[in-house]
């Protein structure tokens, strides 16, 4: 513990009654919480933290979170007045997840300004293979994974007209945040470098509703990502006319 931060996303072995112990010891004078814990611990958590509407930054990282988890965990963000950012990074999220933030964003008490979904799969979900389990019984080998991008689109679109959130982070490990208010227009520039921050499609499909409405933005450098034919084709046809992409 360090001033009214707490940081146990890499310590005491992921032992969840002594992470639960210490953090319910703390909790009313933390403003920073980072821990690695399973999801039951995370939940009771966030709802320690909840109670007492202190908590500035919360994450709950590689937790094995489930999509039903963050419903809990966005109903807090909705109507917290204190919570400004987010980190779900690494946890076992899908499209759904994305479409349940962006009713978040979209609500006039969220005061998030940063939220970090990366490392899961928001572009999709999984689904019972039939051809595999014909009587519908769930494991890993069963599921098969189908991409969905509507909770994205969903995301985006409530992003643009969101006031307090500056920062997103959407893909895999190690992608950079996308910087909300330079792709809205908010904070207006003319060239808005991108290159080699390990940006994917879920970003791209961020970037060109963002960049919709941006009159003032004429270049945005894409290159050195991880891009597919299909993202930058995406890309292309969905950007705003007058926008030059460097891919």
Same mark, same amino acid.
């Given at each position: 513990? +360090?001033g009214?931060?707490?940081?146990?996303s890499?310590?005491?072995?992921? $032992?969840?009654?002594?992470?639960?112990?210490v953090? %319910?010891? /703390?909790?009313?004078v933390?403003a920073?919480i $980072?821990?690695?814990?399973?999801?039951?611990?995370?939940?009771?958590i966030?709802?320690?933290?909840r109670?007492?509407?202190?908590v500035?930054?919360?994450?709950l990282?590689r937790c !094995?979170?489930?999509p039903?988890?963050?419903q809990?965990?966005? %109903?807090y963000?909705?109507?917290s007045?204190?919570l400004?950012s987010?980190?779900?990074?690494?946890?076992?999220l899908d499209s759904r997840?994305?479409a349940? /933030?962006?009713?978040?964003l979209?609500s %006039?008490?969220?005061?998030?300004?940063a939220? $970090?979904?990366?490392?899961?799969r928001?572009?999709g979900?999984y689904?019972v293979d039939?051809e595999?389990s014909?009587r519908g019984?769930?494991?890993?080998?069963?599921?098969?994974f189908?991409s969905?991008v509507s909770?994205l689109r969903a995301?985006a679109?409530?992003?643009?007209v969101?006031?307090t959130?500056n920062?997103?982070?959407?893909?895999?490990?190690?992608s950079?945040a996308?910087p909300?208010? !330079?792709? !809205?227009?908010?904070?207006?520039? +003319?060239?808005?470098?991108?290159?080699? !921050?390990?940006l994917?499609?879920a970003s791209?499909?961020?970037?060109?509703h963002l960049?919709?409405?941006?009159?003032?933005l004429?270049?945005i $450098?894409?290159?050195?990502?991880r891009?597919d +034919?299909?993202?930058m084709r995406?890309?292309?046809d969905?950007?705003?006319?007058?926008v +030059?992409l460097?891919l």
């Amino acid at each position: 513990m +360090e001033g009214d931060a707490l940081d146990l996303s890499d310590k005491l072995g992921g $032992d969840r009654v002594t992470v639960l112990r210490v953090v %319910e010891l /703390f909790v009313s004078v933390l403003a920073s919480i $980072d821990v690695v814990v399973d999801e039951q611990a995370a939940l009771s958590i966030a709802r320690a933290a909840r109670n007492c509407d202190r908590v500035a930054h919360l994450g709950l990282i590689r937790c !094995k979170m489930s999509p039903s988890g963050a419903q809990e965990i966005a %109903e807090y963000v909705a109507i917290s007045k204190t919570l400004t950012s987010l980190r779900l990074d690494g946890n076992e999220l899908d499209s759904r997840t994305a479409a349940v /933030f962006a009713e978040v964003l979209k609500s %006039e008490t969220c005061v998030l300004t940063a939220l $970090d979904l990366s490392s899961n799969r928001i572009d999709g979900h999984y689904e019972v293979d039939s051809e595999i389990s014909p009587r519908g019984l769930r494991s890993r080998d069963s599921l098969r994974f189908v991409s969905d991008v509507s909770g994205l689109r969903a995301l985006a679109s409530a992003i643009s007209v969101n006031r307090t959130i500056n920062s997103i982070t959407l893909d895999q490990s190690g992608s950079s945040a996308l910087p909300v208010r !330079k792709l !809205k227009g908010v904070d207006p520039i +003319e060239t808005l470098d991108l290159s080699g !921050k390990r940006l994917g499609a879920a970003s791209c499909i961020v970037i060109a509703h963002l960049i919709e409405s941006n009159a003032v933005l004429n270049i945005i $450098d894409l290159r050195d990502n991880r891009l597919d +034919e299909p993202t930058m084709r995406y890309l292309r046809d969905s950007a705003r006319s007058g926008v +030059e992409l460097l891919l």
